[in-house]
């Protein structure tokens, strides 16, 4: 077990209390870490920090801040499982889900440090005899606060964006897996970030990151986590008049076609409703599909279940890990049991042992189970038949939801009517929900999101566009 420290102006310290707490391991129930336990008079202290920068650090060229970003990208490739392993230990991360998150930040920190130099503003036709155009300028001090699902990946994508529009951070990590913030805080150092230009404080969301939001010197606040919690945030945000940005919880559907291939759809299915124990923002938590193919699809995708090894998420083989906390096995049982009770056929799985539930298909689902309305978040394929594409269409729609969604088919014309007519934020044909690369627009509609994250369009949301015109000559004025 190690003692950590939170960074703050290029200091290692203390919460101002002196008080920390436990960061557990959900697979062994082990104490992991203990963290200093912040309050507002650390996130006071951070945002002081990250303030008293933000001038110097707006005034570095673009071609600095990518250089920065390169460098703490071939850092943490040359760190990948150090990084790995506290994902394993503090999250539950299995091996390979581990290997990816770190892999595929090293991308997202250089695809950051291109972006620096692409921001780029436009000239205007003007009808009034002068020079227009449109600059983008740094925002000051953003606020990221990240969840503990992806912690790695999600906390840097507001990070190293953050920083290469200009900006100084304070980040606020889950308090599930709070040491990942700190080693991002470590990273930066170790690659020369000036003081004061990242900041991370650990402690209680409802203490720590309300006194970020509402803090006067904030100027955006980013925000990844559960819709409930974005609600809270936009809230605060919102009466202090502050930009923010949300992404939020998911319910994505996978809609096969009756002329998919079985197999492929099967693995697709699998791959997105359990991969991380299901607990991706967008996972595949509705599996929609046409009557013709429905009963040969579930009794693959349950046989398919019951090949996956649960087991400690160390061990290489491990598919299935444990879930983040006992409050969310409770969560996904709750919501299996109500399926069953309202007729849902459970195909394979519906136990668990400590914090390791069983992947779980069920088919029958119907639209008045909990399992169809809320976000699980862990291991469960829930299984809808409907008649055709409209149809599946209409479940598919049929939610508060709306972040990303699958369509497996090879006909053109289908295929193209719900990718246009799905209400999501991202739609990927012939494969399931998840999928994500840092230059995408990704983000959800309806109650999973506000905002678009990825390539320049966190640059756009982490930069303030001014509008500027240079008249010629002299202007004539009425009086
Ligand atoms: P969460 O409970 O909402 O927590 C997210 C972050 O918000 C944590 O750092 C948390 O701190 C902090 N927080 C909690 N209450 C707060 C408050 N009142 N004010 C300010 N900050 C507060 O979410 P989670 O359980 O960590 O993550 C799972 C959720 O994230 C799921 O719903 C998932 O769908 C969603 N998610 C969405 C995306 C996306 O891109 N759309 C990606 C990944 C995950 P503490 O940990 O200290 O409470």
Not at 104 to 132: F, M, N, W
Not at 290 to 296: G, Y
Not at 442 to 447: A, I, L, R, S
Request: proline letters at 5%; hydrophobic letters at 40%.
């Amino acid at each position: 077990m190690t003692n950590y420290q939170m960074f703050i102006g290029g200091e290692w310290v203390d919460s101002v209390s002196g008080e920390t707490f436990s960061d557990i391991n959900p697979a062994n129930d082990e104490v992991y870490a203990t963290v200093p336990k912040g309050d507002a008079r650390d996130a006071d202290r951070a945002m002081a920090a990250a303030y008293a920068a933000c001038r110097d650090w707006a005034k570095t060229s673009a071609g600095e801040r990518a250089k920065l970003l390169y460098k703490a990208s071939s850092t943490l490739e040359s760190r990948l499982e150090e990084f790995a392993e506290v994902l394993i230990s503090e999250g539950g991360s299995m091996f390979g889900k581990a290997m990816f998150e770190t892999t595929y930040t090293v991308d997202l920190l250089h695809t950051a440090g291109e972006d620096c130099r692409r921001i780029l503003g436009e000239t205007i036709p003007s009808d009034h005899d002068k020079l227009s155009m449109t600059i983008y300028q740094p925002l000051g001090v953003v606020v990221a606060i990240s969840p503990w699902n992806f912690p790695l990946l999600l906390s840097i994508n507001k990070v190293a964006y953050a920083l290469a529009a200009g900006n100084t951070v304070v980040l606020k990590p889950s308090s599930e897996t709070p040491v990942i913030g700190l080693k991002i805080a470590e990273l930066f150092a170790s690659v020369d970030l000036p003081p004061g230009v990242l900041n991370v404080v650990t402690g209680p969301g409802g203490v720590v990151g309300e006194a970020l939001v509402q803090d006067d010197r904030a100027a955006l606040v980013t925000f990844t986590g559960e819709t409930v919690t974005g609600r809270r945030i936009a809230e605060l945000a919102g009466t202090k008049l502050k930009k923010y940005t949300l992404e939020m919880g998911g319910k994505d559907p996978l809609i096969i076609l009756a002329d998919a291939d079985i197999d492929y759809a099967v693995d697709a299915a699998a791959f997105g409703a359990f991969m991380h124990q299901g607990q991706i923002c967008m996972s595949v938590e509705r599996i929609i599909v046409e009557e013709p193919i429905a009963e040969e699809f579930a009794q693959k995708l349950a046989a398919k279940a019951e090949t996956l090894t649960v087991a400690d998420p160390h061990q290489p083989t491990t598919v299935i890990g444990p879930l983040i906390n006992d409050q969310q096995v409770q969560t996904v049982h709750d919501q299996v049991q109500d399926a069953v009770a309202k007729g849902a056929r459970l195909l394979t799985g519906g136990s668990f042992e400590g914090r390791f539930y069983k992947p779980t298909v069920l088919a029958d689902v119907t639209t008045d189970m909990k399992i169809f309305r809320e976000e699980t978040f862990g291991p469960t394929a829930p299984i809808l038949k409907v008649k055709d594409e409209k149809e599946a269409l209409e479940v598919a729609n049929d939610s508060t939801y709306g972040l990303s969604s699958g369509v497996i088919t090879n006909d053109l014309q289908k295929a193209l009517f719900l990718a246009e007519n799905l209400e999501s934020g991202m739609v990927h044909i012939n494969d399931s929900s998840v999928h994500d690369e840092p230059y995408c627009p990704f983000g959800g509609c309806k109650e999973s999101g506000l905002g678009r994250e990825g390539g320049r369009h966190s640059m756009e949301e982490m930069s303030e566009i001014k509008w500027v015109t240079i008249q010629r000559g002299k202007r004539h004025y009425p009086f």
